[in-house]
């Protein structure tokens, strides 16, 4: 059973100028010509408006869909450009780049120099050599 119908139809809900339509039609067959016409316009200006809503609903819809189509795009072009401007920046960075010139250079291969002993040099050098003596 339908709580809102009986006879378990669907209530349809009237809009309001459905509503005012119905409305004016019991005024005007009650004699209330002025009032049930007057009620009538009411209803016809609120279908007029509701129908401008829609359209300029339709309107900023299509509005929002062309921006975020435009912001996409030219967020795309953006990351692009900037992505290339950057891969530039860094290669040129890398193959400017001279250890060298970094003014601690010195120092550290002083200090590596300081910390390797002549063994430990030999050693390296020696590492993958074979020696065999035959006697």
Do not use: C, W
Request: aromatic fraction near 4%.
């Amino acid at each position: 059973m339908n709580i809102e119908n009986e006879n378990t139809q669907p209530a349809t809900r009237e809009t309001m100028p459905e509503y005012l339509d119905r409305l004016a039609a019991d005024q005007i067959e009650a004699g209330a010509d002025a009032t049930g016409a007057d009620i009538k316009a009411a209803a016809a200006e609120i279908r007029k408006l509701t129908e401008s809503l829609e359209k300029m609903n339709r309107a900023m819809a299509n509005a929002a869909d062309r921006e975020a189509q435009l912001s996409a795009a030219i967020f795309g072009l953006i990351e692009d450009h900037v992505q290339t401007v950057v891969e530039n920046e860094v290669q040129t960075a890398i193959d400017d780049y001279d250890p060298t010139d970094h003014p601690a250079f010195g120092d550290a291969v002083d200090q590596q120099v300081q910390n390797s002993s002549v063994e430990d040099t030999v050693r390296e050098l020696l590492d993958n050599v074979y020696i065999s003596f035959r006697i």
